[in-house]
């Protein structure tokens, strides 16, 4: 079958490059294509998708009139504007790694690189029209949500001997046996495909239905192969980040997810797992980071709103109160004021006043100016009901830091029980990041700059118990301050040393791989080698 049967296919064009649009025309009018629209812009393409139902749509990924072509591909799946029966084509003239994998992972029909020859084009078409005449009823009853229908009909094409698409076919079947939570089917299936043929799509299908029958171990072994060949390294990867979060390996499953959102920066979703997990390991730098890049991809996206903004900030004040660097502090400072002024122009009539105070106390915190921060925070009316939980979240941290520990607790567990009653507002991590923040609040009193000031003025007066245990309770929320580790690690070197008290290979042992792991400048480097010297001249280790 030639691309001649098609030539009446109803297709859109979405290209705002005046001279790549008349290619395409060119191109399309030469192949005999008749019903052909066009958009120059990701706008123009939703109202036309509102309107039409398109056969085929060919979209280029470097739009920079509000939405790109990622923007726009991700909001026409979400919204349903097109159907599983269209196909769409990626075109780009960029092929950076990372454009490459983010747009893989929505899984466009076809992605073609420009500049492009008519017959490569052709080829495209040809391959991805046919394919989906040939499914179209399959496609239709999937996009329907009718999975036991497009089941049947599977198995009666796939009972047909040398049916031309049936990988697709099969790889349709095995995603619908896992919708249906049919596992013990999925898994038979999968392991009967690989038999026929090494799918990487069956293998990674049989590693979903592993773990939704909590068969965790295989899964596992099963993704540290694939984490080894670079086709399968991202989605093994993003699988492996979320069986480790599932076993509550917290700091494997952040290096996982850090890693994919290195490769394919763009996922939101996985960015925003990213975040909660590096909060629940205390890691506040690398959930900041990852609220900065939700920030930047998700502006005009379907993601887009003023928690991207507000979480940003909250984010940045968390790091730089963790933080001893001031020129790190300083940039947050004004990286904050952006984000809130990105806000106010993006959303000018969102209602979050409330929220945007709780920052400002916050940061008038950050800054030592504690006065304007309580008077701010005293201004702000008790909400009978919760209407943002990360909203809430921050003001119970404010509360916190600013000394109104029975009213953090209070907001805490007002958190807490909203979110038992209200599930679909938090997900499993989300809750224990909260339950985690209320009891290291309420044994700690103190903010983490007063913390560490108090620890550093205990030691400096020879109070070694007193220091040790507060730098104790400073590193337990801030585990990856070198100087915090540092200042740890030599209290308990001479409360040892000085006091004869019992040494903590433990705690110990914590502090070593917060420095090993961490950048240290030159000082910091002198310091914990004449550290490491003194605890052999005490005759101690780590073990």
């Known amino acids: 079958m030639s691309i001649q049967p098609f030539v009446n296919a109803k297709i859109l064009i979405v290209e705002e490059q005046p001279l790549a649009l008349s290619y395409m025309r060119r191109s399309l009018e030469q192949l005999s294509f008749r019903d052909i629209q066009f958009a120059d812009s990701a706008a123009a393409a939703k109202e036309s998708c509102k309107i039409h139902n398109f056969e085929l749509i060919i979209c280029s990924f470097d739009l920079t009139n509000g939405q790109d072509g990622y923007q726009l591909y991700e909001e026409l ?25 983010s747009i893989l992972e929505l899984n466009p029909d076809e992605f073609l690189v420009k500049p492009f020859s008519i017959k490569e084009l052709k080829t495209r078409i040809d391959r991805v029209l046919k394919r989906k005449h040939a499914l179209k009823n399959v496609y239709a009853l999937i996009d329907d949500g009718n999975d036991s229908k497009a089941l049947k009909l599977i198995d009666a094409a796939l009972d047909k001997q040398d049916h031309a698409y049936s990988p697709i076919l099969l790889k349709l079947k095995g995603e619908i046996l896992l ?20 799918f990487t799509w069956a293998k990674i299908g049989l590693i979903e239905a592993l773990i939704l029958n909590n068969e965790d171990t295989l899964a596992q072994r099963m993704l540290e192969n694939m984490i080894e060949q670079p086709e399968t390294r991202l989605v093994a990867l993003d699988l492996l980040g979320k069986l480790e979060v599932k076993l ?80 790190q502090i300083h940039r947050i400072t004004r990286q904050s004021q952006q984000y809130l002024g990105d806000l106010k122009k993006q959303f000018p009539d969102a209602s979050n006043q409330a929220q945007i105070d709780v920052l400002h106390a916050r940061i008038h915190y950050l800054k030592d100016e504690s006065k304007k921060a309580r008077q701010l925070i005293e201004q702000l009316d008790d909400e009978p009901t919760i209407k943002s939980v990360d909203g809430a979240l921050d003001k119970a941290k404010a509360f916190h830091e600013l000394g109104f520990h029975n009213k953090a607790q209070t907001m805490f567990t007002q958190i807490i029980d909203h979110c038992k009653h209200h599930q679909q507002v938090s997900d499993p991590i989300t809750m224990r990041y909260i339950e985690q923040q209320q009891k290291e609040r ?32 400073a590193f337990r929320i801030m585990p990856k301050n070198a100087s915090i580790a540092l200042n740890l690690l030599q209290c308990m070197l001479d409360h040892t040393g000085k006091s004869g008290g019992t040494f903590n290979s433990t705690l110990a042992k914590k502090c070593y791989k917060t420095l090993s792991t961490m950048p240290l400048d030159a000082e910091q480097h002198q310091r914990f080698a004449k550290l490491l010297a003194h605890m052999q001249e005490l005759g101690l280790s780590l073990d």
């Open 77 to 101: 799946k979400h919204k349903k504007l097109i159907r599983k029966t269209t196909a769409f084509i990626f075109v780009s003239a960029e092929t950076s790694p990372s454009v490459v994998h």
């Open 179 to 198: 919708r249906l939570k049919r596992i013990d089917d999925a898994k038979h299936f999968y392991k009967s495909a690989l038999e026929l043929q090494k």
């Open 248 to 327: 509550n390996m917290l700091e494997q499953a952040q290096e996982r997810l850090q890693e994919a959102s290195q490769i394919a920066p763009r996922n939101i979703d996985r960015q925003k797992s990213l975040g909660r997990i590096a909060s629940l390991n205390h890691d506040y730098e690398s959930n900041y980071n990852a609220m900065k890049e939700i920030a930047h991809y998700a502006r005009n996206s379907i993601h887009d709103g003023p928690d991207v903004y507000l979480n940003a900030v909250r984010a940045g004040i968390d790091f730089a109160l963790t933080t001893d660097q001031s020129d």
């Open 442 to 473: 309420k044994d700690i009193t103190m903010g983490p700059k007063e913390l560490n000031n108090h620890a550093v003025t205990q030691f400096k007066r020879g109070q070694l118990q007193v220091a040790m245990e507060a730098f104790t309770q």
